[in-house]
């Protein structure tokens, strides 16, 4: 019973696995990072949204104004680190973007960059458009979006700082002591 248990949770954590994989790639020939990923969700809106006529209720999905987000994305680390971006399109005022509630929405294609240690890197409304909403917009779009971007980043294990043999014995001479980690 014991080994049908492990057999059945191994098959789970495969199939997990693929799913995720197919869902991803969606036969896009890109490098699906190995082990777990962290994902960032990231709200955009982009575009103006023209003031409601006095005596109407408003009614869109913001208020009028003009919106353009811009994501800041920074690499902490001390060696470059590639991720993952893709956007979901939930609005558009372009005619030809079905409107509803609770429609489900494929996302964009998956795109990779890289980003070097101490790197930086922002994601705009015209990056949104032009590259991570290609073929889902519009070309000549230029109304109200909004929706999603989404950053996969493979998760990295944090690295613990190990006291050299050294430093143990000068911190051990005082009145301090430490632990190996």
């Known amino acids: 019973m014991k080994q049908l248990?492990?057999?059945f949770?191994?098959?789970l954590v495969i199939g997990s696995i693929a799913s995720v994989w197919v869902a991803q790639t969606r036969g896009q020939a890109v490098t699906v990072p190995?082990?777990?990923i962290n994902v960032y969700p990231v709200k955009f809106l982009c575009g103006a949204v023209p003031p409601t006529p006095q005596g109407q209720i408003e009614r869109g999905p913001v208020k009028p104004g003009n919106y353009l987000t811009a994501i800041n994305i920074h690499n902490p680390y001390f060696n470059t680190t590639s991720f993952f971006k893709k956007?979901?399109?939930?609005?558009?005022n372009d005619p030809t973007f079905q409107q509803g509630f609770e429609i489900p929405r494929k996302p964009g294609d998956l795109f990779q960059a890289t980003l070097g240690?101490?790197?930086g890197m922002e994601i705009d409304c015209d990056d949104i458009r032009q590259v991570l909403l290609k073929g889902i917009l519009p070309p000549t779009a230029t109304g109200f979006i909004k929706g999603?971007?989404?950053?996969?980043?493979?998760?990295?294990?944090?690295?613990?700082f190990k006291p050299s043999k050294e430093l143990k014995d000068l911190v051990n001479e005082g009145k301090g002591?430490?632990?190996s980690v």
């Open 5 to 7: 248990k492990i057999l």
């Open 9 to 11: 949770a191994c098959l």
């Open 34 to 36: 190995n082990g777990p």
């Open 87 to 92: 956007a979901v399109l939930m609005y558009s």
């Open 117 to 119: 240690a101490d790197f």
């Open 148 to 160: 999603w971007v989404i950053i996969e980043v493979p998760a990295k294990k944090i690295p613990f």
């Open 177 to 179: 002591e430490t632990t």
